[in-house]
């Protein structure tokens, strides 16, 4: 990608000769003051964090959003203002908000030149400051993206004991899973530890009886052979998806597996439904509340 195909300081392209005073007023928009792109174009995450600290001329850290974008995180509101800290009083424009703070330099690091905190700070960072099931999701899609582990995550909070919000970030570290594909199939796991039900490991392998592997599913317990798949779009939409998953149910189901099927009208609008239909697949295939529990409450 050229240094002009993302955002970037207009008066640094025309000092470096990059563009004309010209070009840059006909063929260019204006993100932030001095922060331009082609016109045309859109922001996403990535590109309004960088715009951000283009703006702030390396005079702050990137934190929350705008670094889980930077680390490559999935699925964050395009629309969301970039988030960066730094000291001394600025007035940022719109689409910036600013956090007047010091970061530990040990929790920083450097992404395509950029500063950020790192992953694990990042995840604190967002864990204490949004609601649950908002941070979960994005926490999911952070660890995926980065391979943070939810210690690394418990490790910053012990070093920040008395910052909001921490008290209730262990209960968001004990959810966090990132085998999650999406924030649908975050959503659904939610659902389903919030009944009671026991929690699925995500990215399920199946095998045959000789070791072969058959299938991955988003989640499920294997102990039960039990599956429970999130279809977007492309599986109804999709012909070749759609036949795809037709024959790959049918092995699961002839090798004992018992697939539940969840799209987005089930999730938001009859979750009742998808728990009924877990707890009855569940149960069939040997599964009790009171064995659940007696396992999870046992040493490990």
Known sequence: MGALDEPFP???????GLISRWELRHNFVRVFPDVYMRSGCSLDAEGRARAAAHWAKGDGVLIGYSAAALHGTRWLDPEAPAHIARMGHCKPPSGIRVLRAVVDPAE????????VTTPARTAFDLGRQLPRNEAVPVLDALCAATGLVPSEI???ARAHPGMRGVGRLSTIVDLIDGGAESPPESHTRLLLVDAGLPKPTTQLVVRDAYGAFVARVDMGWEPWRVA??????Q???????????????????SLGWR????????LRHRPHVILDRVRTALSAQGWTADQWELSAASPK
């Open 154 to 156: 418990a490790t910053v």
């Open 228 to 233: 429970v798949e999130y279809d977007g779009a």
């Open 235 to 253: 599986h109804w939409t999709d012909p070749a998806q759609r036949t795809k998953d037709i024959d790959r149910i049918a092995t699961l189901e």
């Open 259 to 266: 697939i539940i099927r969840v799209n987005a009208t089930l």
């Open 108 to 115: 920083c690091c450097e992404v395509d030149g950029f500063r």
């Open 10 to 16: 207009g008066s640094w392209a025309m000092a470096a």
